[in-house]
Structure formats: C-alpha cells, structure tokens
C-alpha cells in the first residue's frame, strides 16, 4: 500500500490521470513497442507500419557504414565505460567527435554529453547563476528550462520567434540579460528559429546567445550545421548546442563554441560530472554519422526533395502544415479528443506518426506531428498522404 500522501498526489496528477483513462478507452498514444530498427517501415506493436514518428531524419540509423563502424567500437572498447568523463569515462573517441563537432562548426572546442537533454542542462546551469536573467523562445525545449532553473536565474520568455517582443523583453528587464537561448528548428511547429535577426538584436545589446541545433543539425545550411548556416550567421552565435538523437542517428549531445566556455562547463557542469560518460558505440555512431553528412551534403538535398513532394501532395488534398521549413511537418487538429481519434485512425491505417497534446501544446492546440526522413520512398508519403485524406475526411463526417 502506499502511504496517503504519496497517494493523493499520484492520483490528482493531470499526467497520470490521463494515461489511465486513455488505457482503460485504448486510446493510450504513448509507449508503443518497436521491435524493429528505425526505418521507413517499422513494426510496433507487432505490426508493420509506416514510420512518419521518428527523428531520424536523414535515415542513418541504418547506414552500413554506421553500423560496421559501431559494432567495431563495441568490440573494441566494451559495452560501456562505466564512470564519470572526469575519471575513467573519457575515451579517445570522445576527444576525436569533440575534434570533428569543433571543426565542423568552425569554432575554437566542443564538449561531448551524454544526451541532449544533459547538453543543455549542464551549459546552462553551470554557466549562469541567481543573479543572471535569461531571455528564451516562448516555444524553448524543457532541457533548456530545467537548466535555467536549476542555475535559479530569473527566466524571461519572448514570443515565439517574435523579433519586436524580444527586444520588448530585452528593454524590460532591470539589469542587461546574460544570454539569450534560441533554437534552429523548433520541434512542434517544425519552423526555423529567425537566427539572423536574434543575433543583430543579441549583437545591439551584448548578449551572449545560445542557438539549441537539435532538430537542425543535417537539415538546414549547405552542410546541415543548421539555421545559423542556413541564414549566413555561424560567426554571430556564441555556443551551439547539438544533439545526436536525431539527424546524427545515435545518442549523446554536445556543446561548440568558445574554449574558455568549454573549459569551465566541463569541471563545474554536474550533469556531464556525475553521470556516466557515453558508451562507445553511440559515440562511434554518431561519429560517423558525423562524418558521412561532412561528405555528403546531398543528404539535405535529397531530404528537403522528400518534404517539398510531401508538401506539395498534401495541398493538393487541401491539407496545409505549419511549416515548411523542415521534415517536421504538423498538422492543427484542435483538442485533444481531435488529436486522439486522428492519431488512432492513422495507426489503424498502419501509419506511425506522433499526437502533440496538451501540456505540451496549449488547451485545444493540438498536432499530429509528421517527420519525413530522407529514405521514405515517394510511394510511402503518397500512402501517407492518402491515409490522411481519408483520415481527415472522415473526421468532417
Ligand atoms: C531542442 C531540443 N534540445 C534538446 C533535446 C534533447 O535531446 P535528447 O533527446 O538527445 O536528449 C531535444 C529533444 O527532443 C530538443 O528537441
């Protein structure tokens, strides 16, 4: 039995209480068993399914050369490095991706972390203090949040990608904020973060600005570094923060930018300190990952052809997504009744793709959110795009 308290909580809390109604209604979007690799075609829950739910945009996950590579770490460093980066956790393939993130971006280091979520929880909360204000996207990912947070700075939000209201913000503050937080590619939305005017208005007032490439990194820009690249600006930004998780096929984050930052997070930041360091093969993986994007720039190409087909197929059928910017595409879909029942009829089509709900979204805003990688065949988004028709259709009925 659990004790009162703990009880009372559990059972007034809004997550909670949802996935056990939606379990009980079978209506349970999240935790689906994948028994395959992440591809085009997946299976979930035993069955084979179209995969529009993933963030493995360029479809690397699979390479050859990615795996041939991975498994040769495994066998040659072990299944994990069991300690700290501090003491026995860092490997000499820490320091060649650090090496290779660091040159890839033009900048002076990198510091390797264990997940995305780790990168900036660590940058923020090791560099920024009480007294420091902090200036975020309204749309900013939870990582970089809890690192605000737990750095207890005062925390300022600007409209999402909303240049005249950050400047707003910026002149409302009492003392000069410390550093602005952005991102490259906003992962609800799927629509670019405005990187070049940000970094003008950061320039006017001395504000050290940090750009999360999350989503960007092998999407955006010539050589996939992401939005500031796309919009001629790399010099301008201070850190980028990168995660592997994504175009990267692996696991594992990074920060790039200045030396002197890089020194200091990597001996104050505790959640690269007290944690173990990443295991050798996602950090192959990524590496390599790393290195087949550095040599072929046409993987982006090939990507946005992918998206623009898509794109131009759902208008067609009168379905317009929020953005074009990248391969997340979303779609409104209003409350989260909407949402469920969309998303159940999709996977009853065998098409995998994610419901964006509330609190993630607000009341009545809800997604289903798409993402294109560049191996989905054109037969597979034209499926897609037939599903959802008729999904949709049945929807207005
Ligand atoms: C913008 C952004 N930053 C950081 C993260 C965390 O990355 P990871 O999942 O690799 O920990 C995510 C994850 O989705 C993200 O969207």
């Known amino acids: 039995m659990l004790k009162e308290d703990i009880q009372n909580r559990i059972d007034k809390n809004y997550n909670f209480k949802f996935n056990q109604n939606a379990q009980n209604l079978e209506l349970y979007p999240y935790f689906n068993e994948v028994s395959t690799a992440s591809s085009p075609v997946i299976k979930v829950n035993g069955a084979n399914m179209l995969n529009f739910g993933s963030n493995n945009y360029l479809g690397l996950t699979?390479?050859?050369?990615?795996?041939?590579?991975?498994?040769?770490?495994?066998?040659?460093?072990?299944?994990?490095?069991?300690?700290?980066?501090?003491?026995?956790?860092?490997?000499?393939?820490?320091k060649k991706l650090e090496n290779k993130i660091a040159n890839f971006y033009n900048k002076e280091a990198s510091l390797v972390f264990p997940t995305g979520y780790t990168t900036n929880l660590g940058l923020l909360s090791s560099l920024l203090t009480s007294e420091d204000i902090a200036i975020i996207d309204a749309q900013i990912h939870a990582s970089v949040y809890d690192g605000l947070r737990q750095a207890r700075c005062t925390i300022r939000s600007f409209k999402h990608n909303n240049i005249e209201d950050l400047e707003k913000t910026i002149m409302s503050c009492k003392i000069k904020p410390t550093v602005c937080v952005v991102e490259g590619l906003y992962s609800m939305f799927g629509d670019a973060g405005n990187i070049k005017a940000i970094c003008g208005i950061c320039e006017k007032y001395s504000i050290t600005l940090i750009v999360d490439e999350a989503h960007s990194v092998g999407v955006l820009g010539n050589k996939g570094r992401g939005a500031a690249e796309l919009q001629?600006?790399?010099?301008?930004?201070?850190?980028?923060?990168?995660?592997?998780?994504?175009?990267?096929?692996?696991?594992?984050?990074?920060?790039?930018?200045?030396?002197?930052?890089?020194?200091?997070?990597?001996?104050?930041?505790?959640?690269?300190?007290?944690?173990?360091?990443?295991?050798?093969?996602?950090?192959?993986?990524?590496?390599?990952?790393?290195?087949?994007?550095?040599a072929n720039p046409s993987f982006i190409k090939e990507l946005h052809q992918k998206k623009d087909f898509l794109i131009a197929l759902l208008k067609e059928k009168g379905i317009t997504p929020l953005s074009k910017d990248g391969p997340i595409i979303s779609l409104a879909l209003g409350n989260d009744d909407q949402v469920i029942t969309t998303w159940k009829k999709l996977m009853d089509k065998r098409v995998f793709c994610n419901p964006v709900l509330f609190p993630a979204v607000k009341k009545g805003k809800g997604l289903i959110r798409l993402s294109i990688m560049r191996t989905h065949t054109i037969e597979q988004l034209k499926l897609l795009v037939s599903s959802l028709e008729s999904v949709i259709q049945s929807n207005t009925i």
């Open 62 to 94: 699979t390479h050859e050369k990615v795996l041939s590579e991975s498994i040769a770490s495994l066998k040659k460093y072990g299944s994990g490095v069991t300690g700290s980066r501090l003491l026995n956790g860092t490997l000499d393939v820490h």
């Open 232 to 294: 001629q600006v790399m010099d301008k930004v201070d850190v980028f923060t990168i995660t592997f998780s994504k175009s990267l096929g692996s696991c594992g984050g990074a920060i790039v930018g200045p030396k002197k930052i890089i020194e200091f997070v990597k001996v104050n930041a505790k959640p690269f300190l007290f944690t173990a360091g990443n295991t050798p093969a996602s950090l192959t993986s990524a590496l390599t990952c790393l290195n087949l994007l550095d």
